[in-house]
């Protein structure tokens, strides 16, 4: 604090005994004000000042510039300084020297100093303020106007008189220790000493002669110059002693106090200035001042007693806490001595009173400390002495702290440790991480840990699995939201004993108020509870779900029967288990050509969204899930229970189930795909359950298998369902009526989403067909892929053919179609017993445009090598598709009209994958064949 500081009976003392008035002013109203102050304005005693407004003192124009100019400059621990027009309360006007400081809280300090006296009886400076030239009276003036002038008797004056009194004089404005400046209205300033050179910063006199006065003062201050310039050039009245801060040459600022005082130069009116440099003091005062405040404001925000004693063990410093606590006022205090605040019983630690201050050790003891109602407060005392380096003085500061409520919790925690450390529940206390901070020896026997190895260890570090963490984490969220305030978590965690199961019975310490801050609770071991009740609950809820799973096998069995057909096999199956009551959603997927998507094939039920959104964010390629089914033949789930978080499953469960199945649909070593069943119920297809959804996958397959080799149902007929598409948006229409040509369909192959679909051309060019096509959007790839006989073969991949998907899903194939510049005509072979109105508007829904046009049965020809035991029955899907888009592409032909890259190209796959399901089938085939022979 630089100096000890004083009491407020002190600062009270000084501001009433100061000769400027002096108040407080909050939020515009004077909240204190000293006598000198209303004695100023014309008031009778301070208390008439107290509760008015500033602006009441003031005329109008004056408020309007205190408060559009001053205040807003005024910024915390900053102070204005300038002279200003007050209004006594008889209505009278009168000059001021005005002073108005903010503090660090807001308030502002005004102090005003009546100027009144000065304006009217300041001495005449003239003879004593000139140019060093001009300085010996009128000598000057004298010599300008002749014979004509006469001296004090009436005579003329003496020119030789007055030079030789400008000589003497000279050397002293010369060699004064303070600036000296003087300036004319016309002429700027025409003089200024040694001392002002280098108080502007200046080389020399030629750098500031010349200039206008005003130029080097602060542009915040410049407007009062020219006020006090005018009062003395203009009004002939001297000025006071002033502060401005000035700018010089070298454009550094400098605090000042300027005096002007009214002389007369070459016939016109001239300012005399002496300027005095206070920079050095201003910044040290205001260093200091800040400091002051500093200190003040921080000892009195502090919560403890603070004092300092003197060498006779009275209070010579302590900050507000004393008075609150004690009672006593600030004058009772200054009275008092150190003893009287401490019961005689400890007066043997009091400083100074049993041992010299000088002689006392830095100490820490407890205190009662006694207050003027005779209280008794402990408080914990801490003491340094020290010696002030000016004065020689010994004093004794300290801190006192109340730990009253401290001695009484620490009581009181010692009475509930003996409590908790005797029962045999656990208990605990977590900090605001999450973190033990207190087990009793019950909690380390039902964990089986040390207490060093709890204390501080992450609550969830007990925890088995992360869903409980979280649940943990969630019950506490709500417990700080205040929706709760106490809690129960059961969690599993791995011990000495074995894996065991925990309830903690918990409740928020202290009480929520926005954020957690630590919990306490009971444990308990419910192992044998818990496992009890979950076997029956299991149990129960396996035999009501085994019974249903049973029922929906029987039924799904039943009806696959009696289907002839693949997709409609697929198709019952899936519509029998979403209608069912258990899952809510089933569809069957395969792996695309290249392996590595898993595409769905037959839906059923409400997806909720889930096809889509793992379609869109490319997870239909996730494999773990799906191609384990594939690749093991074992009934994979996924359920919140799972150890690792899959995209999967997070989009299931976002879409609310809890549980999926992937069944495997198998016969033997060949799989046809899985089967995936979706449902709402937590922790679904537990082993019984799963069991049955792989009985059924085994009975799909090998229906499956059977209609795939016509073991099951082979016929020689099919019926022809002919139709007829007008659809002006198809782009194959719009390809013929362009061109005028006709395309004849010769295959189409499905890969992924995609089909590569292959026409021949008549009536038009291949590479106008392939240009047209490929200006389509919807068309992938179109490219030529004719062969040495004429014919024209162009190669289109689509990114979607809603019409070969419609009718796949329909249970039927596309046989041939025809597009011609009016329509496109295309055949669908069906099994001879379909239910044909089920196709037709099966096709017609999705494809309002299309007409049904007729129906007629047809004998096919098997040959040998379609045959179930033929060649190609012993390729799968892969093997075939990728088969036969190489040989539709003419990547057989020789010379070949399609290389390996761009038939996988057209597949979407790498040329890898393409030669592996090519080298494959092509010795699936030669095998066979040759073995057979």
């Known amino acids: 604090m630089g100096e000890p500081t004083r009491s407020p009976t002190e600062r009270s003392a000084v501001i009433a005994a100061s000769i400027d008035g002096v108040g407080l002013v909050e939020e515009n109203i004077f909240v204190t004000a000293n006598e000198q102050l209303a004695t100023t304005f014309g008031y009778d005693n301070s208390d008439d000042i107290v509760g008015i407004p500033w602006s009441e003192l003031y005329p109008q124009a004056e408020r309007r510039h205190i408060e559009s100019e001053v205040l807003p400059e005024v910024r915390p621990e900053e102070e204005w300084r300038g002279e200003a027009r007050g209004v006594r309360r008889d209505g009278s006007p009168f000059p001021q020297l005005l002073s108005i400081r903010r503090t660090a809280n807001g308030r502002l300090v005004w102090i005003v100093r009546d100027q009144s006296e000065q304006v009217h009886h300041e001495p005449n400076l003239d003879r004593q303020r000139r140019p060093a030239s001009k300085l010996a009276g009128n000598c000057e003036e004298g010599s300008k106007r002749g014979a004509s002038q006469t001296n004090g008797s009436g005579g003329p004056v003496d020119h030789r008189e007055s030079q030789n009194r400008t000589t003497r004089f000279q050397p002293f404005v010369e060699t004064a220790p303070v600036p000296i400046v003087v300036f004319t209205a016309n002429r700027g300033i025409i003089y200024c000493n040694t001392k002002a050179v280098e108080l502007l910063g200046a080389e020399d006199q030629s750098t500031i002669l010349g200039k206008e006065p005003e130029q080097f003062i602060h542009p915040?201050?410049?407007?009062?110059?020219?006020?006090?310039?005018?009062?003395?050039?203009?009004?002939?009245?001297?000025?006071?002693?002033?502060?401005?801060?000035?700018?010089?040459?070298?454009?550094?600022?400098?605090?000042?106090?300027?005096?002007?005082?009214?002389?007369?130069?070459?016939?016109?009116?001239?300012?005399?200035?002496?300027?005095?440099?206070?920079?050095?003091?201003?910044r040290s005062e205001n260093q200091l001042r800040r400091e002051r405040q500093f200190l003040e404001t921080v000892i009195n925000a502090v919560d403890d007693i603070i004092y300092v004693l003197d060498a006779q063990g009275r209070p010579h410093i302590w900050n507000e806490e004393l008075t609150e606590t004690t009672g006593y006022n600030h004058d009772e205090i200054e009275s008092m001595h150190g003893r009287d605040f401490i019961p005689e019983e400890q007066h043997e630690h009091v400083p100074g009173l049993m041992?010299?201050?000088?002689?006392?050790?830095?100490?820490?003891?407890?205190?009662?400390?006694?207050?003027?109602?005779?209280?008794?407060?402990?408080?914990?005392?801490?003491?340094?002495?020290?010696?002030?380096?000016?004065?020689?003085?010994?004093?004794?500061?300290?801190?006192?702290?109340?730990?009253?409520?401290?001695?009484?919790?620490?009581?009181?925690?010692?009475?509930?440790?003996?409590?908790?450390?005797?029962?045999?529940?656990?208990?605990?206390?977590?900090?605001?991480?999450?973190?033990?901070?207190?087990?009793?020896?019950?909690?380390?026997?039902?964990?089986?840990?040390?207490?060093?190895?709890l204390i501080g260890l992450p609550v969830c570090d007990l925890f088995d699995h992360g869903s409980e963490c979280e649940l943990a984490d969630e019950l506490r969220q709500r417990a700080v939201e205040d929706d709760t305030s106490t809690g129960i978590v059961q969690w599993t965690?791995?011990?000495?004993?074995?894996?065991?199961?925990?309830?903690?019975?918990?409740?928020?310490?202290?009480?929520?108020?926005?954020?957690?801050?630590?919990?306490?609770?009971?444990?308990?071991?419910?192992?044998?509870?818990?496992?009890?009740?979950?076997?029956?609950?299991?149990?129960?809820?396996?035999?009501?779900?085994?019974?249903?799973?049973?029922?929906?096998?029987?039924?799904?069995?039943?009806?696959?029967?009696?289907?002839a057909d693949r997709d409609v096999i697929e198709q019952t199956v899936c519509r029998q288990l979403s209608n069912s009551d258990l899952y809510q959603f089933a569809w069957i997927g395969d792996l695309a050509i290249d392996g590595d998507q898993f595409v769905p094939r037959t839906t059923a039920g409400d997806d909720r969204g889930f096809l889509d959104a793992i379609e869109s964010e490319g997870n239909v390629a996730e494999g773990d899930f799906a191609h384990r089914a594939i690749q093991t033949g074992d009934v994979q789930v996924l359920d919140p229970n799972c150890p690792e978080s899959t995209p999967w499953q997070n989009v299931a469960s976002e879409c609310g189930f809890e549980s999926v199945a992937a069944v495997p649909l198998h016969y033997e070593d060949t799989v046809y795909g899985a089967l995936m069943i979706h449902t709402e119920r937590e922790n679904a297809f537990e082993d019984r359950e799963?069991?049955?959804?792989?009985?059924?996958?085994?009975?799909?397959?090998?229906?499956?298998?059977?209609?795939?080799?016509?073991?099951?149902?082979?016929?020689?007929t099919v019926r022809e369902l002919e139709f007829?598409?007008?659809?002006?948006?198809?782009?194959?229409?719009?390809?013929?009526?362009?061109?005028?040509?006709?395309?004849?369909?010769?295959g189409s192959v499905a890969s992924g989403q995609r089909w590569v679909l292959y026409f021949e051309v008549d009536g038009a060019s291949v590479d106008d067909v392939v240009a047209t096509v490929a200006e389509d959007q919807r068309v992938e790839r179109a490219r030529d892929i004719s062969m040495t006989d004429g014919e024209g073969h162009v190669e289109i991949t689509v990114t979607d053919s809603s019409l070969i998907h419609t009718i796949t899903r329909a249970?039927?194939?596309?046989?041939?179609?025809?597009?011609?510049?009016?329509?496109?005509?295309?055949?669908?072979?069906?099994?001879?017993?379909?239910?044909?109105?089920?196709?037709?508007?099966?096709?017609?829904?999705?494809?309002?445009?299309?007409?049904?046009?007729?129906?007629?049965?047809?004998?096919?020809?098997?040959?040998?090598?379609?045959?179930?035991?033929?060649?190609?029955?012993?390729?799968?899907?892969?093997?075939?598709?990728?088969?036969?888009?190489?040989?539709?592409?003419?990547?057989?032909?020789?010379?070949?009209?399609?290389?390996?890259?761009?038939?996988?190209?057209?597949?979407?796959?790498?040329?890898?994958?393409?030669?592996?399901?090519?080298?494959?089938?092509?010795?699936?085939?030669?095998?066979?064949?040759?073995?057979?022979?």
């Open 493 to 563: 965690s791995s011990t000495p004993d074995g894996e065991r199961i925990f309830e903690s019975r918990y409740r928020l310490h202290p009480e929520p108020d926005g954020e957690y801050q630590g919990s306490v609770g009971v444990l308990r071991d419910v192992t044998e509870r818990e496992r009890r009740k979950r076997t029956l609950e299991r149990n129960l809820d396996e035999l009501r779900t085994l019974n249903r799973v049973n029922q929906i096998l029987l039924e799904t069995t039943r009806d696959l029967i009696e289907t």
């Open 724 to 746: 007829q598409l007008a659809d002006a948006d198809s782009v194959f229409v719009d390809t013929a009526e362009t061109l005028g040509c006709e395309l004849e369909l010769d």
């Open 690 to 716: 799963k069991e049955g959804c792989d009985v059924l996958g085994r009975t799909i397959g090998y229906i499956i298998n059977a209609v795939k080799n016509r073991k099951l149902l082979f016929t020689d």
């Open 355 to 453: 041992k010299a201050i000088a002689s006392l050790e830095d100490q820490r003891v407890e205190l009662d400390v006694l207050t003027k109602d005779g209280e008794s407060i402990t408080h914990e005392f801490r003491g340094k002495s020290f010696e002030d380096p000016e004065t020689g003085e010994v004093f004794r500061c300290g801190v006192a702290r109340d730990i009253t409520d401290r001695l009484e919790r620490e009581r009181r925690l010692k009475q509930y440790k003996t409590i908790v450390e005797t029962i045999d529940d656990g208990i605990y206390a977590l900090d605001e991480e999450l973190r033990f901070s207190f087990v009793n020896e019950g909690f380390c026997e039902i964990v089986g840990q040390s207490r060093e190895g």
């Open 811 to 933: 249970g039927c194939s596309l046989r041939t179609a025809t597009v011609s510049p009016d329509d496109m005509r295309f055949i669908v072979d069906a099994p001879v017993n379909a239910d044909i109105r089920e196709i037709v508007d099966h096709i017609q829904s999705e494809h309002p445009s299309v007409d049904f046009i007729a129906q007629r049965d047809r004998d096919q020809e098997v040959s040998t090598v379609s045959r179930p035991d033929g060649v190609l029955g012993e390729l799968t899907d892969r093997q075939r598709e990728v088969l036969e888009a190489a040989y539709r592409s003419g990547y057989f032909a020789w010379p070949r009209k399609s290389t390996g890259e761009e038939v996988a190209e057209s597949l979407d796959v790498t040329s890898a994958t393409l030669h592996g399901h090519l080298r494959k089938a092509e010795g699936v085939i030669l095998s066979t064949l040759f073995d057979a022979a």
């Open 220 to 282: 915040d201050q410049r407007e009062r110059a020219r006020q006090r310039i005018r009062r003395v050039l203009e009004e002939g009245e001297p000025t006071e002693p002033m502060e401005y801060r000035l700018l010089g040459v070298d454009e550094q600022e400098r605090f000042t106090e300027i005096a002007a005082a009214p002389v007369e130069y070459e016939g016109e009116p001239a300012a005399y200035v002496l300027i005095n440099d206070v920079t050095q003091l201003r």
